[in-house]
């Protein structure tokens, strides 16, 4: 692990955990990232980004997939665990199978290798600002009948019970919410969920669906709240529709 140069801390400054076993690499973002006023710790094992999450707070977390020891994917399921913190996967593997198996883990995005240094600096620009409560154009309490989501503080309840939502996950419900009882479609939530990759699959949606209705439902295969529309889309209902 090491802590490269940096300046001193202003409000606002993105810091960074950059988790990548090729130190060549590494150095390379974390120089470009730098340039651009981020702070940038690096880690080249799955036991050192551990470790060092556990020192520091960071505003997202770059994470490999193939790394020495513990790899990405047990150290995304660790992190995620006990922590919100966007995590991105930065990874050679770019199969639709391992962005599915990425985001079923935790991850908030998934970037494949070679990718260009502006995409990288860009999507994780999009999950800080959707983490500080700043993606979207309001920030008042959504209600939509037991379920409350306060955008500023990203807390979610329902009944009054805590929900410990990704910050995707908060984003998609809370487009969800704020159009209850009505139907999307895949297209239409990879359009209003803002920040997420741009190079998306409607897969993505599917597995974020999925992992919200364990959150939310008593049964999540015979879902009560996030219903799906065969043909059409998803629906968060209320228990309001007609």
Same mark, same amino acid.
């Given at each position: 692990?090491?802590q490269?140069s #940096?300046p001193? @801390?202003?409000?606002g400054?993105? !810091? =960074?955990?950059?988790?990548?076993d090729?130190?060549?690499?590494a150095?390379l973002?974390?120089r470009?990232?730098q340039?651009?006023g981020?702070?940038v710790t690096l880690?080249h094992?799955?036991?050192?980004?551990?470790?060092?999450?556990n020192r520091h707070?960071f505003?997202?977390?770059l994470?490999?997939l193939?790394l020495?020891?513990r790899?990405?994917?047990e150290?995304c399921r660790d992190?995620r665990g006990?922590t919100?913190?966007p995590?991105?996967?930065?990874?050679?593997r770019?199969e639709?199978?391992?962005?599915?198996l990425?985001l079923e883990?935790?991850?908030?995005d998934?970037?494949a290798?070679?990718y260009s240094? #502006?995409?990288? @600096?860009a999507?994780?620009?999009a !999950? =800080?600002?959707?983490?500080?409560?700043?993606?979207?154009?309001?920030?008042?309490?959504v209600q939509?009948?037991r379920?409350?989501?306060?955008?500023r503080s990203l807390?979610?309840t329902?009944?009054?019970?805590?929900l410990?939502l990704?910050?995707?996950?908060f984003?998609?419900l809370r487009?969800?919410?704020?159009?209850?009882?009505?139907v999307?479609?895949?297209e239409?939530l990879?359009?209003?969920v803002k920040g997420?990759?741009?190079?998306v699959f409607d897969r993505s949606v599917?597995v974020?669906?999925?992992?919200?209705?364990?959150?939310?439902?008593v049964?999540?295969?015979?879902?009560l709240?996030l219903?799906?529309v #065969?043909g059409?889309?998803?629906m968060?209902?209320?228990?309001?529709?007609?």
């Amino acid at each position: 692990m090491e802590q490269l140069s #940096r300046p001193s @801390l202003e409000e606002g400054t993105i !810091q =960074v955990l950059l988790v990548e076993d090729d130190e060549r690499l590494a150095r390379l973002t974390a120089r470009y990232l730098q340039e651009h006023g981020l702070v940038v710790t690096l880690a080249h094992s799955g036991s050192d980004a551990l470790a060092e999450s556990n020192r520091h707070v960071f505003d997202v977390i770059l994470l490999d997939l193939m790394l020495p020891g513990r790899d990405g994917l047990e150290v995304c399921r660790d992190l995620r665990g006990r922590t919100d913190v966007p995590i991105i996967m930065v990874t050679a593997r770019g199969e639709e199978a391992d962005r599915v198996l990425g985001l079923e883990t935790g991850a908030d995005d998934y970037l494949a290798k070679p990718y260009s240094s #502006r995409e990288l @600096l860009a999507r994780i620009r999009a !999950q =800080v600002r959707r983490a500080r409560g700043k993606a979207g154009p309001s920030s008042h309490p959504v209600q939509a009948g037991r379920l409350m989501m306060d955008p500023r503080s990203l807390r979610a309840t329902l009944d009054g019970r805590a929900l410990h939502l990704t910050t995707y996950e908060f984003s998609l419900l809370r487009v969800l919410a704020e159009r209850a009882g009505r139907v999307l479609s895949r297209e239409q939530l990879l359009d209003l969920v803002k920040g997420s990759a741009d190079e998306v699959f409607d897969r993505s949606v599917d597995v974020h669906i999925f992992r919200l209705r364990q959150k939310l439902e008593v049964d999540p295969r015979n879902p009560l709240m996030l219903k799906t529309v #065969r043909g059409a889309g998803y629906m968060l209902a209320t228990g309001e529709e007609s």
